[in-house]
């Protein structure tokens, strides 16, 4: 069982539309939980960054995590072409170990 | 401005040939990282670096070198041993080792002639 799974997409919405993007993970230990997006041939940019659970909200963003479910996720509310993108999840583990989704792929069509 | 910059943003390798791929930061971050990203596979971790001159390998070392001479600086040699070189490579840094977040650079896309 892979630590990290997020479902690759792709994902097409309208413009305006709400859009959820979920993963979920198998080590109960995790406590940080990350969420990147990345534009097509650039890297990971940082978007959200959450501890425990909860909700945290950035604007058009909402992260919100679940430990008891083991699952977290990434709301975009009023969807923008510009937020056509792949958004990764991530979450540090122990040492130097980084966690990535595989990334869902969303398209924003106008 | 402050930044992960990976140069180049292209390049191309020839059979046998070794290539490098730079990494520079000036977040001043202890840590370094590269990753290695192709469709559907996620990130994989290649090296990763504590501190200066210190490395250790991660899940897909094979074929790959690295050094940490300097702060700043992370470079990654693809040498002629890694069959497979085509990917996305990707460089992060963290403020420690043991910090939660990484930020990456832009990426180098390598490709075979």
């Known amino acids: 069982q892979k630590e990290v799974e997020q479902d690759p997409g792709p994902l097409s919405v309208p413009e305006g539309a709400i859009v959820s993007l979920n993963c979920t993970y198998s080590?109960?230990?995790?406590?940080?939980f990350m969420w990147y997006r990345q534009y097509s041939r650039k890297g990971p940019e940082l978007l959200m960054y959450?501890?425990?659970?909860g909700n945290k909200e950035d604007g058009r963003f909402t992260a919100q995590v679940d430990k008891s479910s083991k699952y977290i996720s990434l709301f975009i509310r009023d969807s923008q072409p510009s937020d056509s993108a792949t958004y990764l999840c991530?979450?540090?583990?122990?040492?130097?170990?980084?966690?990535f989704g595989t990334g869902t792929s969303l398209t924003v069509i106008p | 401005d402050g930044g992960i910059t990976q140069s180049p943003k292209y390049l191309f390798r020839k059979e046998g040939q070794n290539v490098t791929l730079s990494c520079e930061q000036n977040?001043?971050?202890?840590?370094m990282y590269w990753y290695r990203q192709d469709p559907g596979q996620g990130l994989r971790l290649i090296y990763y670096?504590?501190?200066?001159?210190?490395?250790q390998k991660g899940d897909i070392a094979e074929g790959y070198s690295v050094s940490r001479e300097k702060k700043e600086s992370f470079p990654l040699t693809v040498t002629s041993a890694q069959k497979n070189p085509t990917a996305f490579y990707l460089c992060?840094?963290?403020?420690?080792?043991?910090?939660?977040?990484?930020?990456f650079g832009a990426g180098t896309r390598l490709s075979v002639l």
């Open positions: 992060a840094s963290s403020i420690s080792a043991q910090a939660n977040i990484q930020y």
């Open positions: 080590n109960s230990a995790f406590q940080y």
């Open positions: 959450t501890y425990s659970s």
């Open positions: 991530a979450m540090p583990g122990t040492g130097n170990q980084f966690y």
């Open positions: 977040l001043n971050h202890d840590a």
């Open positions: 670096s504590q501190i200066v001159n210190d490395f």
